[in-house]
Each structure stands twice: as C-alpha cells, then as structure tokens.
C-alpha cells in the first residue's frame, strides 16, 4: 500500500519538474563524439528521504543519443556491460536489477549482443543500518561502453545527498514512476511464476571441446512476446558459450514453445557451471512477464563416454512456420481437414455407418427432394455437433493441463463399454426391436417412420463415434496442427474434419438423382437391416476385444453380463410399443435409460482396474522407449519404430497387410532393423511427446531410421512396396553385404 502511494503521488508530481529539480552533481553527460556526448546519466533515488534500518532504491539512469546503445550485464559476443560503483556511508548497496534486454543481431549474423536503447534504469536497493543519521551523500563512479556502428566508453562521476532520519515520511520523488516502470521489466524467479520449464541436450552431458544443441522448452503459455529466437536471452555461463538459433512449437507442448540454442564449450575450460541461466520473455494472460531461468547443465570431464540424444526439436523451425505452428498455414490446414475428413469415409470404421446412410436413402429415394435433404443436413448437424463437444472435451482438458491426442478417447475403458452400449442398442433397432421415437402410435413400423431427421443426427453423431479409432491421410497432419493452436483453431480444424466426413451424404441428398440411383426401397431393405444390425453386432465384438487386452478378462464378462441386460430391457421396451401402451412404453423407456446409466457407472472397467498391458511377441519388436532407440541408433543398426494401438483399426489393417507380410518380415531380417513397437492402446505420456515430435497427433505413424539422419516418416496408409522401398533406401549398404 505505502509504495502504491508513493507511486500515485509521483504521478501526481510529474516527472517532468523533478528532472528538473536534479541536483547539478546527479546529471552528467559523457561519450564524446567529435564534441557532442552520446550518453547521459542521472543519478535517481526513489525518496528524498529515508528511516534507519529502511531500503531506498538508487539508480543510475542512462539515456542514449538515437541509433546508440549500452550493454546488458552480458553483453554478448562483443561489447562490454556499465560497471557501477556505489560509495554509501552506511547503507549496503544490493546488485543491479537488470531489465530484460534487447538483442541485437549484425545482418551477417556473425555477432549478437544484448543491451538497450534510448533509456535504461540500472537500478540497486540501499538498505540503510540502524544508527545512521544525517545527511549522506550518495555517490556513483560508472563506467560505460556506449555503440553505434563504432564503441565509445565514457565515465560517469554523480552524487546527490539523502537525509536519513527517524521522522522521515514516504515522501517519494517524481523519479519514483521510473524505478516502477523498469521494475516492472526486471525478469522474477521462475518459481514464482509457476512455469513449467525445461532444458534439452543433445547429448547427455558437455564436455569441453563439444559442440552442442540444445532447446529451452516452455509449457502451456501463449505466443512470445517477440521471434522466439530473442525470447531468451542467456546469461554468462563459464566454459560455455550460447547463441539463441530460433524456436519452434512443437504440439506436445500445448501451447507453449522452445527456443533452439546452440553452444560450445572451449577445448581449454574448465569444467565450469553446471547450470543454464539467462532471463525469458513470454505473453500470459494479455501481459507480459519476464523470468529468471536456471536449469541444469550436464557436464563431464574432457573424453569422458556421453550418450547423443538427437531430437528434431533441437533444430529451429523455418522462420515462416513461426506463427503457424507446424509450418503450413492455417488456410492449408482446414483444407487437409476437409479432405482428410472425405477419406475417413473409406475408412472401416464408418462403413457401418455409411451403409445404414445408404439404406435410409434407398427407403428416401422416392421422397420429395425437400425432405431427402432435410435428412442430409440433420446428419451433417449431428457430425458437426459431435465434432464440436469433441474439440470442446480436447479445449477443456488441455486447459485442465492434460494433453491428449486423436482417438483418445478409446483409451478410457469406461467409453468403450458406453459405445458397445449404443451399438448394441442400435443394432436392437435394426433388428426391429424397437422404435427410436417414444411415441408409439408413430412407431407401428419399421418402413419411412423410422427414418426420421432426429435419427439422421444420431447416426451423424454415431459416425464421428465410430471414425476416431480410424485415421486417414491429411488426418493426422491437420490434427496435430490443431493441437499445437490455440482453442478457436482447434474447433475451426475438427470441424472442417466433420464438414468432409458429411459431405459425401449431404452431396447425395443435396442431388435428387443421385438418391434415384439408390434401389427403390422394398422387402431387401428389411433384410439390409438385419445384415447392417449384424455388423453393428461385430463392431461390439471388436471393442470387447479391445477392452480385454486393455482391462482384462473380467471386465469383459462383466460388459457382456451388461450388454445381455440391457438387450432385454430393449426387448421388454420394444414390445411395449409394439402393443401401442404408450405410457408404460414411456415408463419402460425412462427407467431403461436410468439403469443403464447406473449400470454402466458400476462396471468394473475404470483405468485404475485395467491390467497391465500384455507382453509383445519377438516379431512386434521390443516396447518403446526413446533411450533404447538412441541406443540402437548408436550402435549403427538401422531402427524400425511404429505407434499403434488395439482401438485403431487402420493401424490392424496396415499390421495385418504390411507388416505382418512375408516379404516385409525378410526385408526387415536381411537388413539388421532393431524394430520397436509404442502400444498406445492406454494412455502413455512418452508416446504422446513421441507422436508430438513429428507432428502427429495419434496412431499410426511409422518411423525407418537408417544409420544416420533423420528418420523417413511413413504415411498412414501402408503398401508392401512403399515400406520396402523406405527400408532399402533408409539401409541400402546393409544389402551390399549379404
């Protein structure tokens, strides 16, 4: 409250009068250039007076001529930084509060130093003893390099006087809103400003001679305030030197960013710090906020074994991908989305559901054009929506500090026993079993009535249920893009995802003679909803098998002893309005919905019950692990890594097709490839980062390493002779030996 005061009553006084009221022996000018000084100073206090045992805040402020600048307590890779020297009778003078520098960077790029322009308060705290009294004398000897294109130093000889006294009240001076100003840009403890951060090597530990990468990384904050290579500026560290490269903002990160250094450690240090320091600049919540960073630093002694760890993440993003993200825009992003959302169509996860839309057109294909595309646009609406909860689910949980990527929602036992529910249920419907609409008289068949706008919008929301587990091509891409942006983008990429997975149905039924090409409805269409109903019956197989191996074999009896009750509820509601007794239909139906909810809610299948996840066979490879792919990689081998997991079946279809194929299992063989396999059928923190370093938001990818460089990523969709091709040109001098 007392410095608020201050600060008001400085406002109050102007700036302007008390630099005026400057004792001539605080003012000086210095840095002569052919007779006219390129530098002033003045020497401010924060108070004219002071208590005993109290702080006063001095501070040397310096104003250059324009073009002209002075140097940050490191000055960089030329230059030299002010030295101050404050002489106090009894007062201890605290260090400089160094605000947060500029940087400066020579067009050739072969220099970067660190200062400022125009006006800098290099300010320190004086704490006065107890006992002192009197006027003091506050006097400064500074020295100071000054540059434009050439360096001049310059000195500085100030002084002023101070009363220091029992009865001395706040009374601050007009110099007070300076000391707040520049404050306000001196960089705080990274504890106190609750970051997340995090220093990446290139290799486990520097030794001297090395010449290394390295990236600052900087979790769930918005954009810097400036190009992410002048975000971070570092400090002097003994035996090494840095140079900020650029950044990036890789997905993993939600929403944060890394600024890509580079370093090298003399041949002749020593084994110096053993800590990366330096201050950062970011952006949260509207303002800025300038941070200590003081991380560790690997060291190790000339010669000593260190392992390499390379990352892309280590290299900085092309400058132009800076503020997309992921290096394509956002316009070619949406237009991936939208294809990719087309191609899900192909995929087998919505085929079902597709062939249910086919067999509503055939009962439709007679109806007015009005009424067709009223359908298609409830099913698009459906699509849309359930597109939107999912970004709106994605939003939340990054928000809540959980990163997540696509289909990950397959992960959680729970929603694979819900979505075997639905199925089971629709399928019931099919069957004949029952009628969607609750009033009965309207329920009588199983022809037009029940191909009403509402059920379109339930299997729209169905298909977006069933397409997760897939992916396709453009897919991953467009999604990986969306969760490296921010929450508008997100929503902007999953609906665009959406748009394509409708647009085939809503084409049709925008274009009444594609409807007409659809059979006339007729008996068959009884039997295609058997057959469709069987199919929905075979999907709900394939999600017990995909909750045993991930919660085991109870939890799948028990979903099984689930389903079978919930199946003849159906049945008991469905002959209720069969029998046309619309109140008991009602009734049934209520309590139907409320036990299976209750029902489900008490499944043994929450994560913290699931059983670990099994072992892999000698021809999946060894499990995943980052470390033991580096070290792989070391030992010369060619490096065969793919991400799957049980709930993807385009990842199934590309095991079964390609990987599993007898050509492909030679190839691998004959050429050496250590395989490794990350299993993502349950949530795994390193895989998800894994997925994020290459963009990719969920399963598949597939990575070939040859013996150096950077891995050939794959595409989602696998043929045998695009995967041999990418083994032979990843590990050709393998095959010249055998």
Not at 384 to 403: E, P, Q, Y
Not at 454 to 466: D, I, K, M, N, T
Not at 682 to 706: N, S, T, W
Request: charged share 15%; aromatic share 8%; with cysteine.
């Amino acid at each position: 409250m007392p410095r608020l005061l201050l600060f008001l009553l400085a406002l109050v006084a102007g700036a302007p009068q008390a630099r005026a009221a400057l004792p001539e022996s605080a003012h000086g000018t210095t840095a002569s250039d052919r007779g006219n000084p390129r530098l002033e100073g003045s020497l401010l206090v924060d108070r004219d007076a002071v208590r005993p045992g109290e702080t006063l805040h001095v501070g040397l402020l310096l104003e250059m001529d324009p073009h002209w600048h002075v140097y940050w307590r490191n000055p960089g890779q030329s230059g030299a930084a002010p030295q101050l020297h404050w002489k106090l009778e009894g007062a201890d003078v605290g260090p400089v509060a160094w605000p947060f520098p500029e940087v400066f960077r020579q067009s050739d790029g072969f220099i970067t130093t660190y200062g400022y322009t125009d006006q800098v308060l290099l300010a320190s705290p004086a704490a006065f003893r107890a006992g002192t009294g009197g006027t003091v004398e506050v006097r400064l000897d500074a020295d100071v390099l000054v540059c434009e294109i050439q360096c001049i130093p310059g000195e500085l000889h100030l002084s002023r006087p101070v009363r220091v006294a029992a009865d001395a009240a706040d009374s601050p001076t007009a110099d007070f809103e300076t000391f707040e100003r520049f404050a306000a840009r001196v960089p705080r403890p990274a504890g106190d400003a609750e970051l997340g951060l995090e220093a990446l090597y290139s290799q486990s530990a520097i030794r001297p001679g090395d010449s290394f990468r390295a990236a600052l990384s900087v979790r769930e904050l918005g954009p810097a305030t400036r190009a992410l290579e002048d975000a971070f500026v570092p400090d002097r560290v003994d035996g090494v030197e840095w140079l900020a490269t650029g950044g990036q903002r890789p997905p993993f990160l939600g929403g944060g960013f890394l600024v890509t250094l580079k370093g090298s450690a003399p041949a002749d240090a020593s084994h110096g710090d053993s800590r990366l320091r330096g201050v950062l600049a970011v952006s949260r919540r509207g303002a800025q906020e300038f941070v200590e960073v003081d991380l560790p630093l690997p060291r190790a002694a000339a010669g000593a074994a260190v392992t390499t760890l390379d990352s892309p993440w280590l290299e900085p993003a092309p400058a132009a991908s800076d503020s997309s993200g992921g290096g394509i825009s956002l316009g070619r992003a949406i237009a991936l989305a939208l294809l990719g959302g087309l191609i899900l169509n192909a995929m087998p996860c919505v085929l079902p559901v597709l062939a249910i839309k086919v067999f509503g057109l055939a009962e439709l294909a007679q109806h007015g054009r009005g009424e067709i595309l009223r359908h298609g646009l409830a099913y698009t609406a459906g699509v849309l929506a359930s597109m939107a909860a999912l970004a709106g689910i994605v939003v939340a949980l990054r928000a809540a500090g959980t990163s997540v990527g696509w289909g990950f929602q397959f992960q959680e036992p729970l929603f694979i026993a819900a979505i075997a529910a639905v199925l089971v249920v629709f399928a019931l419907s099919l069957f004949g079993v029952f009628e969607f609409r609750l009033d009965a008289t309207r329920l009588a068949s199983a022809g037009a009535e029940a191909t009403g706008a509402r059920r379109s919008f339930f299997e729209g929301l169905l298909a977006v249920v069933l397409a997760t587990p897939c992916t396709a091509p453009f897919v991953g891409t467009a999604v990986g893009f969306a969760f490296a942006s921010s929450p508008a983008t997100i929503f902007a990429i999953f609906l665009a995802i959406g748009a394509g997975l409708a647009a085939p149905f809503l084409a049709v039924c925008a274009v009444p003679a594609w409807a007409r090409l659809v059979p006339r409805s007729g008996p068959w269409t009884l039997q295609l909803r058997a057959a469709l109903g069987f199919a929905l019956l075979g999907t709900v197989v394939w999600l017990l098998s995909v909750l045993g191996r991930s919660a085991g074999a109870d939890a799948q009896i028990a979903l099984l002893a689930y389903l079978c009750a919930l199946a003849a509820g159906v049945w008991i509601f469905g002959a209720l309005q069969q029998l046309e007794r619309v109140s008991p239909a009602r009734i049934a139906g209520i309590a139907l919905l409320a036990l299976g909810l209750l029902g489900l809610r008490a499944l043994p299948v929450s994560e913290s019950q699931a059983a670990p996840q099994g072992t892999q066979s000698e021809s999946e490879g060894r499990r995943f692990s980052a470390a033991d792919v580096s070290a792989a990689r070391a030992s010369g081998a060619p490096v065969f890594v793919y991400f799957t997991a049980d709930w993807c079946l385009t990842c199934k279809v590309n095991e079964h097709a390609v990987l599993e194929n007898a050509r492909v299992r030679g190839e691998l063989e004959r050429r050496g490839f250590a395989i490794f396999k990350g299993d993502w059928t349950r949530r795994d923190e390193a895989i998800r980062q894994e997925l994020a370093r290459f963009g990719k938001a969920g399963v598949p990818l597939y990575l070939v390493y040859g013996p150096s460089g950077q891995p050939i990523v794959l595409p989602e969709l696998l043929t045998v002779d695009l995967f041999i091709d990418a083994l032979q040109r990843a590990a050709p001098q393998t095959e010249e030996k055998t």
